[in-house]
Every structure is written in C-alpha cells, then in structure tokens.
C-alpha cells in the first residue's frame, strides 16, 4: 500500500441598518427642530450663542469623520470621568524553557537553528528532534539528508512527538529511507492522530475506510474526518461534507454538509469550488442561488477544472445565474472539448452559431491557455 493520495482517495471512497437612510433622518430631525420655534428650541440656541461668545463653540463631525480619537479613546473616557487609569497587572514570570532555536527557524535563520536545535536533540529533547529531522529532510541550514532525517523523525517519534510520528509514518508506508512496515505505520499513524496531529487525523479516516469498505468504514472514520476538517484541513472539510450529505445522520450535521463543502472551496479545493456550483444551482444541501452557483463553478473552470468548463458553458447557453454568451459558451467548450470533456449538446450549439462567433471563441480559448 502506498501512501493515499488525497484527492483520488477521496472520490474512490466516499463515491447594518443603512447608513444613508439613518443620517437622511437625523438631519430632518434636526432641520425640524431649527425651523419651530417652541421654548426648548429658543433655550437651546442661547445656550448656543453663550457657547460661541466664551469661545468654546462645539465641535462638529464632517461628513465621514469621527470625533473619536481610536489610539485613545479609553485615555479619553477616564480623563472626562475624573477617574485615574487602573495600575496594570503584574507580569507573570515565564518559567518555560526558552526554545532559541525555534525563534531562529521562525525568523528564517535555519543554520543557527540547527546548531541550537541538535545539543537539545542528542540529549534527546523530541521537539528539538523534530525540528533538526526537518532541517535535514528539507535541506534547510544543511545539505538535504533523507537518511539522517528519518533517524531524528523516529527518535522523537519513539519519544511521542504527534509531528515526528505523522512522519515517520508517511516513511514506513513509503519504503524509501526505512524498511517498509505498514503495522507500524498504522500504530504510528493512530498515535498522531490521537496526539491532534491534524493530517494524521486525515489520513487514519483515509486508512479506517480503506479498512473497511461501505458504510461501516465511513461512520469509523467520520470522527476522525471531523477532528481533522476543523483544524481546517481542506481535504477533510470536503470528505466531511460528502459525509454529511450521503449518510444517515443527525439532522444538525446534515445540515451541515454545505458549510463545510465552502469551507473547503474557500481553502482553494478545486473539487470542492465545483460542488458548491452543482448544490447552489440544483438546491442540495440549502437553498438554489443560480447568480452564487454560477460564480462557484467559473471559479473552478478557471483554475482549469474540465466538468466545470463545460457545465460553464451550458450556463452561458442556458443564461442560468449570469446573461446568455455565445461567445462565452463556445470558448469553454473548445476549452473542456480539448481536454477531452466530449458534449454532443455543445457540439451542436457550437456549430450552430456563425463563423465570426466561433472564430472569436476560439481566440478566447488560445488566450486563456497562453496565461
């Protein structure tokens, strides 16, 4: 067994109040006011005129302006109580280990990380050894060095790191580096995850159906879907959302299954910004919205999704959730027609329309692939 690619996997498992409208009021409230003459408004103007003969006119807001300093409007609140400022609390001491080399692999200085980072991990420190394995693996400070790496992943692997035995897991599947031991690397696996190692959550649920087939494998893995979608893992948030959709499941997550299908189409994953298309056009998982479905779907036949430029083009035919194109319709079915993505409906309309509109979807075409 190799590692799970995800994207495969997936699809072979799872199958204010309006700001004009409020000031319009206040200043016909205020215009009314001016123009009566009743006693208060007659008090309120000499008092007015008081204010301006000692020089302390009032100060009004332009027009888009704020009277209110933000740097220090609460300085500003307590001067005008006659209140003094609160002394503020007192620091706590850090009594934690200061970890040099973490703050010098953040900053960018890996070489000097690395020299930190290695004393702590021969004294076997396992944050310390996981951070000197991924200096190494990834070349970072050092020569890249596979070898020495996977030595440093399973020492703090064997120590308890969740990161190291997400790690050394993904090895033990590949054979590369280590003999390959799949037990093992299940054991590990589920120790990662177990730990809150977000991508070993993933992939324990990827394994457990893999497991077990049908229904049983997917309610098994669903825990473990949910604990890695909400650590925002896109690949989880959109298995979750099939989940969500397809099982019998409690009302409150099923009414869940759209949120986390835009979740995942927010976090940029291109199967999920096609989804969102198909369930806001067709309805599924909440309410139609042909303008919102439209949009999802044209974000993924831009980022080159076949399905979704061709469904794009029977939108632009259909003038569903946007105004009829020809031209539009035609470029995207050149565009999925040369991918592979045969449609003998769009072939027809295709050949339907006159040469200049062909000639013209096609040039669009050749420019969205030049980009």
């Given at each position: 067994m190799t590692i799970i690619d995800r994207r495969i996997r997936i699809f072979a498992l799872l199958s204010a109040?309006?700001?004009?409208?409020?000031?319009?009021?206040?200043?016909?409230?205020?215009?009314?006011?001016?123009?009566?003459?009743?006693?208060?408004?007659?008090?309120?103007?000499?008092?007015?005129?008081?204010?301006?003969?000692?020089?302390?006119?009032?100060?009004?807001?332009?027009?888009?302006?704020?009277?209110?300093?933000?740097?220090?409007?609460?300085?500003?609140?307590?001067?005008?109580?006659?209140?003094?400022?609160?002394?503020?609390?007192?620091?706590?001491?850090?009594?934690g280990k200061v970890q040099r080399a973490f703050g010098a692999y953040q900053r960018g200085f890996y070489k000097t990380a690395l020299d930190?980072?290695?004393?702590?991990a021969q004294k076997g420190d396992v944050a310390s050894q996981t951070l000197v394995a991924e200096l190494m693996m990834n070349g970072l400070g050092t020569r890249r060095n596979p070898t020495d790496a996977s030595f440093w992943f399973e020492q703090a692997a064997n120590g308890g790191d969740p990161n190291a035995q997400y790690r050394f897991a993904l090895m033990l599947m590949e054979g590369k580096q280590v003999k390959r031991d799949m037990k093992r690397a299940d054991e590990l696996m589920r120790k990662a995850a177990e730990g809150g190692?977000?991508?070993?959550?993933?992939?324990?649920?990827?394994?457990?159906?893999?497991?077990?087939?049908?229904?049983?494998?997917?309610?098994?893995?669903?825990?473990?879907?949910?604990?890695?979608?909400?650590?925002?893992?896109?690949?989880?948030?959109?298995?979750?959302?099939?989940?969500?959709?397809s099982l019998i499941l409690p009302p409150e997550k099923r009414e869940q299954a759209r949120y986390w299908l835009q979740r995942a189409a927010l976090a940029g994953f291109d199967t999920a910004l096609y989804d969102m298309g198909v369930w806001l056009v067709n309805g599924i998982g909440g309410d139609r919205n042909y303008e919102e479905?439209?949009?999802?779907?044209?974000?993924?036949?831009?980022?080159?999704?076949?399905?979704?430029?061709?469904?794009?083009?029977?939108?632009?035919?259909n003038a569903i959730g946007t105004r009829p194109d020809p031209v539009e319709a035609a470029k995207w079915y050149v565009l999925s027609r040369r991918a592979g993505y045969a449609d003998l409906d769009l072939e027809d309309f295709f050949l339907g329309i006159n040469d200049e509109q062909q000639q013209e979807a096609i040039k669009r075409a050749d420019a969205f692939l030049a980009r």
């Open positions: 109040a309006c700001l004009t409208g409020l000031f319009a009021c206040g200043t016909a409230a205020i215009a009314d006011e001016t123009a009566s003459d009743s006693p208060q408004s007659v008090v309120k103007r000499g008092r007015l005129m008081q204010a301006v003969e000692k020089g302390k006119t009032p100060k009004f807001a332009r027009p888009g302006e704020s009277l209110i300093n933000e740097s220090n409007a609460g300085l500003d609140l307590y001067a005008r109580m006659g209140a003094e400022l609160p002394d503020l609390p007192p620091e706590k001491p850090f009594l930190l980072a290695l004393p702590d190692n977000k991508e070993a959550q993933f992939n324990l649920a990827q394994v457990l159906v893999a497991a077990s087939p049908g229904e049983k494998g997917l309610l098994d893995a669903l825990p473990w879907y949910e604990k890695s979608a909400k650590q925002g893992v896109p690949d989880a948030q959109y298995a979750l959302s099939q989940l969500y959709s479905g439209f949009r999802w779907m044209l974000r993924a036949a831009i980022r080159g999704n076949i399905a979704a430029q061709n469904k794009v083009a029977h939108l632009y035919v």
